[in-house]
């Protein structure tokens, strides 16, 4: 059980082009989703908290009109990257809290998108 | 305040012997210790998790220590073997911090066979 899932799990855009990954929660239903970066050889930053039906609260330095997410159901969460640009090739991962049930504090990961523009 | 500091960067232990990684942490908020493993090209996976109120929790070849007055807490890996190589994350979360996880830098273990 707990299992998060994300599509694509590669994708390669052109500049200027935007990329929609999509974060699914499979067996459970969450209220909040994470969305983080990562970059080679480096940690998981914390981009954005995702609350159902909600407006997405981004972490300082995040560009909001640049990283769109829609959390419309209890079940999926969207990232968009609008205008791409090479710098923000990255492997992104989202992860999701079980909404009233298990360990309280819990997050399960998806296995993660890589972003690459060229 | 919100950092969480991991130790040492990078690890090589012989199989068979003890992996260990310390953390150490600022915000007396947190209230939830986690650590992560994740493997190149994969998101991290939950391996063992403690609550400030336990000073060691053990899970098979794996064991938290937390040490709250000092603020610290590691990991241990006991029999250490191959397929633990990994890269190894320390994290930190609060209630009221919305649940939001900080991680540490993260910690790239190699065990040797």
């Known amino acids: 059980g707990a299992v998060v899932s994300q599509h694509p799990s590669w994708v390669i855009c052109k500049s200027g082009t935007s990329v929609k990954i999509e974060c699914r929660s499979l067996?459970?239903?969450?209220?909040?989703m994470f969305w983080y970066r990562q970059f080679p050889k480096q940690s998981l930053m914390l981009m954005a908290t995702?609350?159902?039906?909600?407006?997405?609260?981004?972490e300082q330095g995040v560009e909001k009109d640049k990283f769109l997410i829609n959390h419309a159901s209890l079940t999926l969460s969207t990232l968009t990257v609008t205008s791409a640009h090479p710098e923000d090739s990255s492997f992104y991962i989202c992860?999701?809290?079980?909404?009233?049930?298990?360990?309280?504090?819990?997050?399960?990961f998806g296995p993660g998108t890589r972003l690459t523009v060229t | 305040q919100q950092q969480v500091k991991q130790s040492p960067q990078s690890l090589i232990v012989q199989k068979g012997g003890i992996s260990i990684i310390n953390c150490a942490y600022e915000?007396?908020?947190?209230?939830?210790f986690p650590w992560y493993q994740q493997f190149p090209g994969k998101g991290p996976a939950l391996l063992i998790a403690?609550?400030?109120?336990?000073s060691e929790k053990k899970e098979g070849r794996f064991t938290i220590s937390f040490n709250k007055s000092a603020k610290q807490f590691s990991l241990h890996i006991m029999d250490s073997q191959p397929g633990d190589s990994a890269t190894y994350f320390c994290?930190?979360?609060?209630?009221?911090?919305?649940?939001?996880?900080?991680f540490g830098a993260g910690t790239r273990l190699f065990v040797k066979a």
């Open positions: 992860s999701a809290r079980e909404t009233g049930g298990g360990s309280y504090y819990e997050q399960y």
């Open positions: 067996d459970f239903q969450a209220t909040t």
């Open positions: 995702s609350n159902e039906g909600s407006k997405a609260t981004y």
């Open positions: 915000n007396t908020a947190f209230d939830y």
């Open positions: 403690i609550r400030p109120d336990v």
């Open positions: 994290a930190a979360s609060t209630k009221s911090g919305g649940f939001k996880t900080i």
